[in-house]
């Protein structure tokens, strides 16, 4: 057996607590995402996820997390591009339907493509278009880096997530 082929065994999962690192790690504030697949005859996806944050500058990449679990991992895995749409104040709604199964999430929700063919949400408050340059392993879940190919964005107020609730950005106090 090859030095590389030793199986080291994984260490004990640490003593914590699911519910307390829920609830201690929703209360970091978060923006809301919708990551969406679609065309190349394939199916579309799309689903809402706060685990988006940016990596690198340059080359310019994103990440975000998928459950394994997640019905629609599997067309996630099979597509090249997906594109992210981060959603404004006014999308809760919109927010809501992405994050429960369904057939056909995107029955009423307006839709534009983007020039990779994958489908963006109407409205929303920025707009990238990414090709998948890694996929990492992460516990339940499957780490997806993404390069950023294109971006738009405009000037509405974001939609927030903290300790499980939807929320708006406060306005600066002037008095702070
Ligand atoms: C605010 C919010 C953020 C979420 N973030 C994620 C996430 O980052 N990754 C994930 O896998 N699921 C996340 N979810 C749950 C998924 O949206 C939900 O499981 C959805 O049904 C998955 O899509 P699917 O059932 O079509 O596979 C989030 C849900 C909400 C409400």
């Known amino acids: 057996?090859?030095?590389?082929?030793?199986?080291?065994?994984?260490?004990?999962?640490?003593?914590?607590?699911?519910?307390t690192y829920r609830s201690v790690l929703g209360r970091f504030v978060t923006g809301v995402t919708v990551m969406t697949v679609g065309g190349a005859g394939l199916?579309?996806?799309?689903?809402?996820?706060?685990?988006?944050?940016?990596v690198s500058l340059d080359p310019p990449l994103i990440l975000w997390s998928l459950?394994?679990?997640a019905p629609s991992l599997s067309l996630f895995r099979a597509h090249e591009h997906f594109g992210v749409s981060i959603l404004a104040a006014h999308q809760r709604e919109t927010a809501l339907a992405f994050a429960?199964?369904?057939?056909?999430k995107f029955a009423g929700v307006a839709i534009k493509h983007g020039e990779?063919?994958?489908?963006l949400v109407s409205g929303a408050?920025?707009?990238?278009?990414?090709?998948?340059a890694h996929r990492y392993p992460g516990g339940d879940h499957e780490i997806i880096v993404g390069e950023v190919l294109r971006l738009?964005?405009?000037?509405?107020?974001p939609l927030v997530f903290h300790g499980g609730r939807f929320c708006n950005v406060?306005?600066?106090?002037?008095a702070a």
């Open 1 to 19: 057996m090859s030095a590389l082929a030793v199986n080291i065994p994984a260490p004990p999962s640490p003593a914590v607590d699911p519910r």
């Open 43 to 54: 199916g579309r996806a799309g689903v809402t996820a706060n685990s988006f944050n940016t």
């Open 67 to 69: 459950a394994l679990k």
């Open 100 to 104: 429960r199964p369904s057939p056909d």
């Open 116 to 119: 990779t063919g994958v489908p």
């Open 125 to 132: 408050m920025a707009h990238l278009e990414c090709r998948v």
């Open 152 to 157: 738009t964005g405009g000037d509405h107020q």
């Open 170 to 174: 406060l306005e600066d106090d002037p």
